[in-house]
């Protein structure tokens, strides 16, 4: 069962879960899946010069190997990504108020966590006007507190206002 709180606009379930996945990969540094990624590399690079020789005539010694390569490759771009956030974010000074779009306790993740969600608007200096619906995982016991708010504190980088966290350093 979800126990949600919007502010505003209802916002879907749907996008309760979009916001939330969001927010569980926002949380992470990345430095877990580079290792990771490099390690498969690594490992798979090793075998194919070392192991090759012995397992010749076998396709799938050639297949396992570079399968891990790509599995890799892969792991190393989203955990290069969450890093260059997580460095990204280390810079975004800039606070503003946002609205609260919706707090919730996201029941399809492990421990529940709970999730505050706002929206986010920016005037870019070329006049156009950027709305961002963003979310951070919070401890759930935070959630009631949050409920009597209509705007949170959020920090963002002027330059990619996607870089943006609550300024909140109780969270």
């Not at 997580?86 to 609205?99: E, G, H, K, N, V």
Request: glycine share 6%; charged share 15%; aromatic share 8%.
């Amino acid at each position: 069962m979800i126990i949600s709180h919007p502010r505003r606009a209802t916002i879907s379930r749907h996008e309760q879960f979009t916001l939330a996945q969001q927010a569980l990969r926002r949380c992470d540094r990345g430095i877990g899946l580079l290792a990771l990624g490099a390690s498969l590399i690594l490992g798979s690079v090793i075998g194919l010069i070392w192991l090759q020789p012995l397992f010749a005539p076998i396709p799938a010694s050639i297949a396992i190997p570079l399968t891990s390569i790509g599995i890799g490759t892969a792991c190393l771009i989203a955990g290069w990504r969450r890093y260059a956030f997580s460095r990204q974010l280390q810079f975004a000074t800039t606070i503003i108020d946002a609205p609260i779009i919706d707090c919730w306790i996201e029941d399809a993740f492990e421990g529940e966590p709970g999730v505050i969600a706002w929206e986010l608007t920016i005037t870019k200096p070329d006049g156009k006007e950027v709305r961002l619906r963003q979310a951070q995982l919070i401890d759930p016991a935070l959630i009631a507190t949050w409920q009597q708010s209509t705007t949170v504190p959020v920090r963002y980088l002027p330059a990619n206002p996607t870089v943006s966290a609550l300024a909140i350093d109780t969270l």
